[in-house]
Nanobody
Framework: QVQLVESGGGLVQAGGSLRLSCAASGNILSINDMGWYRQAPGKRRELVASITSGGSTNYGDSAKGRFTISRDSAEKTMYLQMNGLSPEDTAVYYC???????????????WGQGTQVTVSS
């Protein structure tokens, strides 16, 4: 059983910072790309940032210049440092990872349960 567990969300004032973590656990052979997505009420889920197993990063337009994604492959953990938060960043943030288990040859897509980030003005 593979699990992705996010933590670090909460309530912060505009201009503040938060650091989200995503820990993968279970019978994992390897992890390819990992990413953070977010979904605000009434909106579609959107990419915040992604990172490959080699450390290459990609950011959504809303995250560029303010957020930094990183990962610790040995610990199977991914992070999102969010600075300069604004009320528009309020959303549920989801962790995503492409994971291979001992029972398959392909990397499958897994999602965490989400963590709420609320930014007050």
């Amino acid at each position: 059983q593979v699990q992705l567990v996010e933590s670090g969300g909460g309530l912060v004032q505009a201009g503040g910072s938060l650091r989200l973590s995503c820990a993968a656990s279970g019978n994992i052979l390897s992890i390819n790309d990992m990413g953070w997505y977010r979904q605000a009420p009434g909106k579609r889920r959107e990419l915040v940032a992604s990172i490959t197993s080699g450390g290459s990063t990609n950011y959504g337009d809303s995250a560029k210049g303010r957020f930094t994604i990183s990962r610790d492959s040995a610990e199977k953990t991914m992070y999102l440092q969010m600075n300069g938060l604004s009320p528009e960043d309020t959303a549920v943030y989801y962790c995503n990872a492409q994971i291979r288990t001992p029972w398959g040859v392909a990397h499958l897509n897994y999602w965490g349960q989400g963590t709420q980030v609320t930014v007050s003005s």
